[in-house]
């Protein structure tokens, strides 16, 4: 049947076109969703760019048509008659043993010592590692014969003759590896003739073999052997290339590319929804295909298909699309997940921290005690699902997640089994689902080491801004216990969730270390005691009071699956009352300065000049808040009221210490800022003035 008359027919309402024979259609470009292709011979078929939404090719045959299978066996040919032609010359160098002269026969022993040592690195490791071996020793031997020339020692002739035959030897070895490996990787990519290509190669190493070693008397066993030996380890490694996936990709993802061409081709093409079931899809191009949802069950030599930058590109996950019920405690962290068929699915205890399962279907998926911490689950189908004992951290899920008819018992809402809710009992039929539908418009921010609330406040204000002021508004802060906080933050319906999640992650970092660059100066503190210090503001009202910049609202709401054990912290309006008056505080400052007395060598106008200056920049220092102007100006305050009375020595300790703890906030701040500008320039010359301070 032509791709002409199924277009029209599809045009004319027919979508039925099951067991008929497509070989070589074009169907680039057009709408056929929703048409049944199911047990169709659809090798050769172009489906490139087409609207394939909903549609079936249950039990469909793919591939290649038999002249395209022609076409490219005559390409193995050529790869194959290399690779004898290769094993062939290696054959007669190693015959050089047997000469009568020394210089041959060492020239042949170097060359099969590098031969053997190419074989042993090439089968335990891989072609690069070989490669890399002959590519040492060919950069040794060229080095070493350089030198031998250039000294012009008696043996330079036996010399350089036996470095290049080591060099030609490791050179061939490789070639010849690589030809028969490419050889046999092409042709296993789509045709059942690996016997074959090893016969054919050992036959063409053995007739190269006896045509050089006519000119040998008596030596013919040693080069058809060696040449035999040779080819007949490239093919195996090219076996070896298509069963392991992960031993040469580079050769195995060229030999597969090749392999798909003239095959049956999807590239670009709408498979949303597409059921594959069954089908044989050996050399299929699925390159940048869309593949939401696709149905691969069951699927024939979906390993040989070319599967692009799509989710079929993982092994893993390949093989879980396959076969759906074997993925129990499967490793997938960090996986791409996204729009995966996953329907019945067995994935009891597998680990997907972190994994994209955005568009993906579970439905009725055995998702018992499965790990799904941080998962981005946006459109993603739970119908039915069972979700017993899994741990659902931070999972990304908004109204677009489909939690309907969830059998669950209970979850963790933390790892390693803890913050079991509900805290005793299980969940009744439905109430999984109704508990959840509250938090289809909050972003949950889980810290795990307390939480610094003047880098939270920063951060939301930095995250409204990023996400073109979003509306954000806390709905709820939960206190663990352990410095363990959960703040859930409401975000409009349509706000991209996972953004904002990250966006925040992000930027809370930065505002962290910032904050505590300047804790560890301001209190020369360690590590453990910034921790320590975060752990301990528990009072988030008086903290967030001193901290905030501006009013933010926060609705007294909080989740009603929380366990006993939790600290739920409500807060109502909160807002910037807590400021000091700093103008207050510089004109204090200032008053002092002027009291310090005069001297006749005019040094006191110059001190006074300098700390008017310190206090200038403090005051119009826009890295420093409220809180720490104040701190750093009572420091100037500490260093006048000492100049008025030298003679004070506790005035003078205190002072002292004053000046060291500028310098040390100084070190927390930007070089070019104004305050750290003026402790490098103007607080030498005070203590100049004062060696006290010294």
Same mark, same amino acid.
């Given at each position: 049947m032509k791709a002409a008359d199924v277009i029209k027919a599809y045009k004319n309402g027919e979508r039925n076109f099951?067991?008929?024979?497509?070989?070589?259609?074009?169907?680039?470009?057009?709408?056929?969703?929703?048409?049944?292709?199911?047990?169709?011979?659809?090798?050769?078929?172009?489906?490139?760019?087409?609207?394939?939404?909903?549609?079936?090719?249950?039990?469909?045959?793919?591939?290649?048509?038999?002249?395209?299978? $022609?076409?490219?066996?005559?390409?193995?040919?050529?790869?194959?008659?290399?690779?004898?032609?290769?094993?062939?010359?290696?054959?007669?160098?190693?015959?050089?043993?047997?000469?009568?002269?020394?210089?041959?026969?060492?020239?042949?022993?170097? !060359?099969?010592?590098?031969?053997?040592?190419?074989?042993?690195i090439t089968f335990h490791k891989n072609l690069r590692g070989g490669l890399m071996f002959v590519a040492?020793?060919?950069?040794?031997?060229?080095?070493?014969?350089?030198?031998?020339?250039?000294?012009?020692?008696?043996?330079?002739? !036996?010399?350089?003759?036996?470095?290049l035959a080591g060099a030609l030897a490791g050179t061939c070895a490789f070639a010849g590896a690589v030809a028969g490996a490419v050889s046999v990787a092409f042709a296993g990519a789509f045709s059942k003739v690996e016997v074959f290509v090893g016969a054919f190669a050992v036959t063409g190493a053995v007739s190269f073999s006896q045509?050089?070693?006519?000119?040998?008397?008596?030596?013919?066993?040693?080069?058809?052997?060696?040449?035999?030996?040779?080819?007949?380890?490239?093919c195996f490694i090219g076996y070896l290339t298509l069963k392991d996936e992960t031993r040469d990709p580079w050769l195995r993802k060229i030999a597969i590319a090749f392999a798909a061409m003239g095959g049956t081709s999807f590239h670009k093409a709408n498979l949303t929804d597409t059921d594959f079931t069954g089908a044989t899809l050996k050399n299929t191009n699925f390159n940048k295909a869309i593949l939401t949802r696709t149905c691969f069950k069951d699927t024939i030599k979906l390993n040989l298909a070319r599967p692009g930058n799509t989710l079929l590109a993982n092994p893993t996950v390949r093989d879980l699309l396959i076969n759906p019920s074997s993925g129990q405690e499967k490793e997938l962290t960090r996986a791409n997940l996204r729009g995966a068929n996953l329907k019945e699915a067995n994935l009891q205890g597998a680990n997907l921290k972190y994994a994209d399962i955005s568009e993906?279907?579970?439905?009725?998926?055995?998702?018992?005690?499965?790990?799904?911490?941080?998962?981005?689950?946006?459109?993603?189908?739970?119908?039915?699902a069972y979700l017993t004992g899994a741990c659902i951290e931070n999972w990304n899920i908004d109204a677009t997640t489909i939690l309907d008819n969830i059998d669950c018992?209970?979850?963790?809402?933390?790892?390693?089994?803890?913050?079991?809710?509900?805290?005793?009992?299980?969940?009744?039929?439905?109430?999984?689902?109704?508990?959840?539908?509250?938090?289809?418009?909050?972003?949950?921010?889980?810290?795990?080491?307390?939480i610094d609330w003047k880098a939270f406040i920063e951060t939301m204000k930095t995250v409204q801004v990023q996400n073109e002021d979003t509306p954000l508004e806390v709905s709820s802060i939960e206190n663990k216990g352990d410095g363990v906080f959960v703040v859930k933050v409401k975000v409009p319906p349509d706000a991209n969730k996972e953004k904002i999640h990250q966006d925040f992650n992000e930027v809370y970092q930065l505002k962290l270390e910032a904050v505590e660059a300047k804790y560890k100066a301001q209190l020369e503190a360690k590590e453990t005691e910034i921790t320590i210090y975060r752990k301990q503001s528990i009072d988030m009202m008086e903290i967030v009071k001193t901290q905030a910049s501006r009013p933010i609202n926060v609705e007294a709401k909080? $989740?009603?699956?929380?366990?006993?054990?939790?600290?739920?912290?409500?807060?109502?309006?909160?807002?910037?009352?807590?400021?000091?008056?700093?103008?207050?505080?510089?004109?204090?400052?200032?008053?002092?300065?002027?009291?310090?007395?005069?001297?006749?060598?005019?040094?006191?106008?110059?001190?006074?000049?300098?700390?008017?200056?310190?206090?200038?920049?403090?005051?119009?220092?826009?890295?420093?808040?409220?809180?720490?102007?104040?701190?750093?100006a009572n420091k100037v305050k500490t260093i006048a009221e000492a100049s008025q009375n030298p003679e004070n020595e506790g005035l003078q300790?205190?002072?002292?210490?004053?000046?060291?703890?500028?310098?040390?906030?100084?070190k927390g701040l930007e070089p070019a800022t104004k305050l750290a500008t003026a402790c490098k320039v103007v607080l030498p010359k005070i203590i100049s003035l004062l060696p006290f301070l010294a």
């Open positions: 099951q067991r008929k024979n497509l070989r070589g259609a074009n169907f680039k470009g057009h709408n056929l969703s929703g048409a049944d292709f199911s047990y169709c011979q659809i090798q050769g078929a172009n489906f490139s760019g087409a609207n394939l939404t909903n549609a079936k090719f249950i039990g469909a045959k793919a591939g290649l048509q038999k002249r395209w299978v $022609m076409i490219l066996l005559l390409v193995v040919l050529v790869f194959i008659i290399l690779s004898s032609f290769f094993s062939t010359v290696l054959g007669y160098i190693v015959a050089f043993i047997f000469k009568s002269d020394v210089e041959h026969q060492e020239s042949g022993w170097t !060359a099969l010592i590098i031969i053997i040592i190419f074989y042993i040492g020793a060919g950069a040794g031997a060229f080095a070493l014969a350089i030198v031998v020339v250039l000294a012009g020692a008696f043996a330079t002739d !036996a010399g350089v003759a036996i470095i045509a050089f070693a006519k000119e040998l008397i008596g030596v013919i066993i040693l080069p058809v052997v060696s040449a035999g030996a040779l080819t007949l380890f490239a993906a279907t579970f439905e009725y998926a055995n998702l018992s005690h499965v790990n799904l911490t941080e998962v981005n689950a946006v459109y993603t189908n739970f119908n039915s018992q209970y979850v963790y809402l933390l790892n390693n089994e803890k913050e079991r809710q509900p805290s005793s009992g299980d969940f009744q039929a439905g109430e999984f689902t109704e508990l959840f539908k509250e938090v289809f418009d909050t972003v949950d921010l889980i810290f795990r080491n307390g909080t $989740m009603n699956y929380s366990s006993d054990s939790s600290q739920n912290i409500s807060i109502g309006d909160i807002n910037n009352s807590g400021n000091l008056n700093i103008e207050k505080l510089i004109k204090d400052i200032n008053n002092t300065i002027n009291q310090i007395p005069e001297t006749k060598d005019n040094k006191n106008d110059e001190l006074k000049t300098l700390l008017q200056e310190l206090t200038q920049a403090i005051e119009t220092e826009n890295e420093l808040d409220e809180e720490e102007k104040v701190e750093a300790k205190k002072a002292s210490r004053a000046v060291k703890l500028l310098e040390t906030l100084a």
